[in-house]
């Protein structure tokens, strides 16, 4: 009895998650990115789906094939993926942020491949829109999660973004521990909302996200139903 309603617990609910790095151009040849392999934004839209939900995943550019039984919508820059984001939130019941945005953009794009010429050259970037903020801020709200890769000062900065970006719930992780985080097969992570703390310990990432789904389905539940 329990596997089959395990198996349904989000049923009727609408997710959209963002996941991977994103590409900012610097010329038809270049772009400025960071190491996120999207592998936690993926095994979150997985565990969803396993329990039902109707999954959106917006995914910058990763290596990874896209789950089975979600719509997944590529894009390649932080511009990109704030246009998607914004289209499909306001239909979403849960937003889950798990996509490494690039902070900042070229100023201006080269149309044409910059050549070698100058000893030095500098960039000039621009900051790129909060997508989990600009989500957060609209009228028609869904339930909004962020996350937080620290090196340093964990829940501090965690809670920070938390009250910062309005948000539900925060998943923090320390990237400066070996072997969670970044582009690695594992994560370990605690989910913060403004007034509890929840340990997910160190496991294989697909494990951490079942784990990470109930407990935003839990909040959500309680959220909506008070
Ligand atoms: N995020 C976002 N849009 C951005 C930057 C970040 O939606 N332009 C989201 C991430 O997906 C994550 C959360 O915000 O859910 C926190 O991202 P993080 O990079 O840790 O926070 P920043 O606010 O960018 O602060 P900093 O990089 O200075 O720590
Ligand atoms: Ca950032």
């Known amino acids: 009895c329990c596997q089959l309603y395990r198996e ?6 609408h997710w959209v998650i963002t996941a991977g790095p994103t590409r900012e151009a610097i010329d038809p040849v270049r772009y400025i990115s960071n190491h996120s392999s999207g592998k936690m934004g993926y095994a979150i839209a997985r565990a969803a789906v396993n329990v039902g939900a109707r999954v959106t995943l917006i995914s910058g550019p990763a290596n990874l094939a896209p789950p ?3 719509q997944t919508i590529q894009v390649n820059s932080a511009l990109e993926m704030h246009q ?13 942020a798990c996509a490494a945005v690039a ?14 010429t100058a000893d030095e050259m500098v ?10 903020a600009d989500v ?13 890769a620290e090196t340093q000062d964990v829940e501090q900065y ?8 309005k948000l539900d719930l925060i998943a923090a992780n320390d990237v400066s521990r070996a072997g969670q985080g970044f582009n690695s097969e594992n994560n370990a992570l605690t989910v913060f909302s403004a007034d509890s703390a929840t340990e997910i310990p ?22 909506s139903s008070p």
């Open 68 to 70: 089975q039984g979600c």
């Open 123 to 132: 960039l000039n970037l621009v900051k790129n829109p909060d997508i989990v």
């Open 84 to 96: 998607q984001a914004m289209a499909l939130a306001p239909e979403a019941d849960i937003f889950v």
């Open 202 to 223: 160190l496991a294989d990432k697909q494990q951490v996200a079942g784990q990470l789904v109930t407990i935003i389905n839990q909040a959500y539940q309680a959220k």
């Open 8 to 13: 349904k617990i989000l049923a009727g609910q």
């Open 158 to 165: 965690a809670r920070g973004k938390l009250s910062r970006k």
């Open 103 to 116: 902070d900042y953009r070229l100023a201006d794009v080269a149309t044409q491949k910059i050549k070698k």
């Open 136 to 148: 957060s801020a609209l009228t028609e709200r869904p339930f909004t999660v962020g996350f937080a």
